[in-house]
């Protein structure tokens, strides 16, 4: 009886430390994940800003308008940052000059509307990328008569 008191005693202690290490093992991996996110919301704080100036326009089909893109550093921020936009309605094109610089640079936003763009608004998102994956957006609400 005694044999097999012995071995209940150490089989319960083996799972519990096994339980342990797997806890232990998870937990650190959480911490990892937590540690790696919160770090990469830091850099992306204190990289660079973008801005758009109008925010919003009211165009008729057929004519071109522009808009002054501005990308500011925050700290010491030296990548190369290039500028994208989405949500870009049918018939309408957008293109930047430059379309890629270092902070702090500006940017034209050239926004062509077609003269078989349909009406309605549509918010354009411009989104400004660092080569270290970056990101920062803005928007812009283009009204077509």
């Known amino acids: ?23 232990l093992v998870i937990g650190l991996g959480i911490g990892y994940a937590v540690y790696t996110w919160a770090g990469r919301g830091a850099t992306g704080m204190l990289s660079f800003t973008v801005s758009l100036s ?54 034209t936003m050239t926004i062509v509307v077609g003269s ?8 354009i998102t411009v989104k400004a990328t660092g080569t270290d994956g970056v990101q920062q957006t803005a928007t812009f609400d283009l009204t077509v008569e």
């Open 116 to 123: 078989s763009a349909q009406p309605g608004t549509t918010t």
């Open 1 to 23: 009886m005694a044999k097999g008191l012995d071995q209940c005693g150490v089989e319960p202690l083996a799972m519990k430390l096994f339980a342990g290490i797997v806890l």
């Open 54 to 107: 109008p925010t919003s326009a009211t165009v008729r089909p057929g004519n071109t308008i522009t808009v002054n893109v501005s990308v500011q550093r925050i700290g010491p921020y030296d990548k190369d940052v290039s500028l994208s936009a989405s949500g870009v309605p049918a018939n309408v094109t957008v293109g930047f000059s430059p379309s890629t610089g270092v902070p702090a640079f500006g940017s």
